[in-house]
């Protein structure tokens, strides 16, 4: 039987839906991420701003828009952003009119953010739906994180120290993935989003 879809049919959507993925660094949710945006059609990903450096290998305005700390505190007196939050020492934001502009235009849209700005985007837009995404244990956190060598010693260990603040705060999601294997977690991820985007 053909089942119209949704998000490519601008009559029937009206206004997108938001997803927002959270979980502590390294449990592979930048990989989940990747996953739904290229299985899924229609979802959009909203390129946060950050103060951070870039990594070898990534692009400003591909992973994030990189900019000063000047131009994040201008950006947050203009109240540009819809959350925002201070992260492994940087600044990490998503711009609102990105989020606005696509939900508008009928895309459903998925932002990859900490909690403090998860929980921000719950205050802000109730509708927005928060999936959770954690490790199967800290110890396995920790073993991704050293074997993808992208942050020093002490960088991994703040990385840790904030990801078990993070754990204690999955209760406040509406759903929460174990990423103890990625093509199980993802295959939820893709089921939760589209089952949502059916219900509307
Ligand atoms: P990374 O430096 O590894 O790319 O990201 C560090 C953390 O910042 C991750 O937990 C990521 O989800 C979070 N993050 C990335 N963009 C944003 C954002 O726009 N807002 C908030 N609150 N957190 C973000």
């Known amino acids: 039987m053909h089942r119209e879809n949704p998000r490519t049919n601008p009559e029937r959507r009206v206004k997108g839906r938001l997803f927002v993925l959270s ?6 949710k930048g990989t989940l991420r990747e996953h739904a945006l290229s299985d899924i059609s229609g979802l959009v990903y909203s390129i946060s701003c950050t103060t951070r450096q870039p990594r070898p290998g990534e692009t400003d ?14 950006d947050i007196d203009d109240n540009l952003f819809l959350e925002y939050a201070h992260v492994h020492n940087d600044y990490y934001g998503t711009l609102r009119r990105d989020v606005e502009n696509a939900l508008n235009s009928g895309h459903d849209v998925l932002l990859e953010i900490d909690v403090q700005g998860a929980l921000q985007v ?27 060598c992208t942050e ?3 960088a991994v260990r703040t990385r840790l120290h904030n990801a078990i603040k993070e754990l204690e705060l999955q209760d406040k999601y509406n759903y929460v993935i174990v990423n103890s294997d990625l093509e199980t977690a993802s295959r939820e991820l893709r089921a939760i989003i589209t089952s949502h985007d059916e219900l509307g």
């Open 23 to 28: 979980g502590p660094s390294g449990v592979g």
């Open 61 to 74: 305005g591909v992973e994030y828009r990189f900019i000063s700390h000047e131009k994040f505190q201008q």
């Open 122 to 148: 719950r205050e802000k837009m109730p509708e927005a739906l928060l999936i959770f995404i954690a490790p199967p244990s800290v110890q396995e956190l920790e073993r991704r994180l050293i074997n993808r």
């Open 152 to 154: 020093s010693p002490d």
